[in-house]
């Protein structure tokens, strides 16, 4: 059964810490894996990461996926309120046809 | 404006009463899907759609019709809602299933079957 499953469920830190926070995934025939932001609404895109080993990076937040291994990590530096929200990592399977969501880690920011 | 638009955005109904949630996008896309949100299960796949008149069940499609006779528009259909359908649904759109690009999302309907 294909499933992503995210880790940890939640997480509060203060303004200013780094935080981690993992993807494993079980899917059939791997395209892509996708990191979302999600505050109270739709999900906005973050990365999309198709290959091993690539860092994608945008300001205070990076992802790199470990194809072999199949995780992918997101890391945010120097946390603000702002990034308070539900992560959410999704696969993309088969054909591109099939996305599998894990639940999601909420993240609470703390000045 | 770039945009997935559904309709509505609340609804509360009940049982057996059948609806409709629109959902278009303006973006010329040619995949289109429906997702529900739950507490500890996240979102997961109900029905998707390739192109004009190609549509597929994802994970959870018991309970749903879809239907796509026009590129810009995917409705979602409940027949016969039960309280078991009470969720919150996005809608998505790609530009087309053969790209690596990512989907966008509409706002939501949050829909309580009583």
């Known amino acids: 059964e294909d499933k992503v499953v995210q880790s940890p469920l939640s997480l509060v830190v203060h303004e200013g810490d780094t935080v981690t926070l993992n993807c494993s995934y079980e899917v059939t025939n791997f395209r892509s894996l996708l990191w979302y932001k999600q505050e109270k609404k739709a999900p906005t895109f973050l990365f999309m990461l198709t290959s091993s080993g690539i860092e994608k990076k945008s300001g205070r937040l990076s992802s790199i996926l470990d194809k072999k291994e199949l995780f992918s990590i997101l890391n945010i530096t120097a946390t603000q309120t702002g990034d308070s929200a539900v992560y959410l990592c999704a696969v993309e399977g088969n054909t591109g046809n099939q996305f599998y969501f894990g639940t999601g880690t909420s993240l609470t920011v703390i000045p | 404006e770039a945009q997935v638009t559904q309709n509505p955005r609340y609804l509360i109904t009940v049982t057996g009463k059948k609806l409709t949630v629109t959902c278009s996008q303006n973006?010329?896309?040619?995949?289109m899907s429906w997702y529900r949100q739950d507490p500890g299960l996240g979102l997961r796949q109900i029905y998707y759609?390739?192109?004009?008149?190609?549509?597929d069940k994802g994970d959870v499609p018991e309970g749903y019709k879809v239907s796509r006779k026009e590129k810009r528009n995917f409705p979602l259909i409940l027949e016969s809602p039960s309280p078991n359908q009470t969720s919150l649904y996005f809608c998505a759109s790609r530009l087309r299933l053969s790209s690596y690009n990512e989907q966008f999302f509409g706002p939501g309907t949050r829909l309580t079957v009583l």
């Open positions: 759609s390739m192109n004009v008149e190609v549509t």
């Open positions: 973006m010329n896309h040619e995949y």
